[in-house]
């Protein structure tokens, strides 16, 4: 059983299109989290929620539209796709928004290829 | 606003050497501390934290982290490395008052040699 899972794996598209990737997880988590890991390696929030709430939106182009329709589901849209958007988006989920953080659990990503 | 610093992008390090791979962070408030370990092509995995008592944490495949609050940092040891070690390692941090937002570092990449 896939703790948090990712749909696509590979995703391949041209400039302007637009897209979404999904992710569920099964942990019981009430927080889930968008991460985007550039060429570099470099690991950056974009979003998070819990329980359905936005509560970390950082500065990301409004072409990125999170929705999550229930605290088990973060899905991530992007609209007009740009080279610079290539990169891959991770979800993750954690259960702690107060208190003490174990840790989060990541899925195992989706590579966005734009050309 | 808290930061992570990994002083050292690269590590090579031949088979069954000690590796060490520092981290630094910056913060106004107590934080958790994590490293997590992302083997090619794969998603992150925890490898191992700190949430308070013993500032020595072990995981169960060798590695360790000792947290210095005076120093700021969360250096990761192994003292025999082998090939499968070869992997980029994050070190992260998180605090209460922030969400627990986890924030990374940019990551160590260590190549283990035989």
């Known amino acids: 059983d896939t703790a948090v899972s990712q749909t696509p794996k590979y995703l391949v598209t041209q400039m302007g299109n637009d897209k979404s990737i999904k992710c569920e997880q099964n942990?019981?988590?009430?927080?889930m989290y968008w991460y985007k890991q550039d060429s570099k390696k470099f690991l950056k929030i974009m979003f998070s929620y819990n329980n359905k709430e936005l509560i970390i939106n950082e500065t990301v182009p409004n072409r990125f539209s999170p929705k999550s329709p229930d605290k088990a589901h973060l899905n991530l849209h992007i609209n007009s796709l740009e080279l610079g958007d290539s990169a891959v988006y991770f979800c993750?989920?954690?259960?702690?928004?107060?208190?003490?953080?174990?840790?989060?659990?990541f899925g195992s990503g989706t590579r966005l290829t734009v050309v | 606003a808290q930061s992570v610093t990994q002083l050292d992008s690269q590590v090579p390090v031949f088979e069954e050497a000690p590796v060490e791979l520092r981290c630094n962070y910056s913060?106004?408030?107590?934080?958790?501390l994590f490293w997590y370990v992302q083997y090619p092509n794969q998603g992150l995995q925890l490898l191992l934290k700190?949430?308070?008592?013993?500032?020595l944490v072990k995981s169960i495949n060798g590695f360790e982290a000792e947290f210095n609050k005076s120093q700021t940092s969360f250096h990761l040891r192994k003292p025999s490395v082998h090939i499968s070690d070869t992997a980029e390692y994050f070190c992260a941090v998180s605090a209460v008052a922030a969400g627990n937002k986890l924030t990374f570092g940019g990551g160590t990449r260590v190549l283990v040699k035989p």
């Open positions: 993750a989920s954690s259960q702690a928004l107060t208190g003490m953080n174990y840790g989060y659990t």
């Open positions: 700190y949430l308070s008592g013993s500032t």
């Open positions: 913060s106004s408030v107590s934080v958790y």
């Open positions: 942990l019981g988590h009430d927080t």
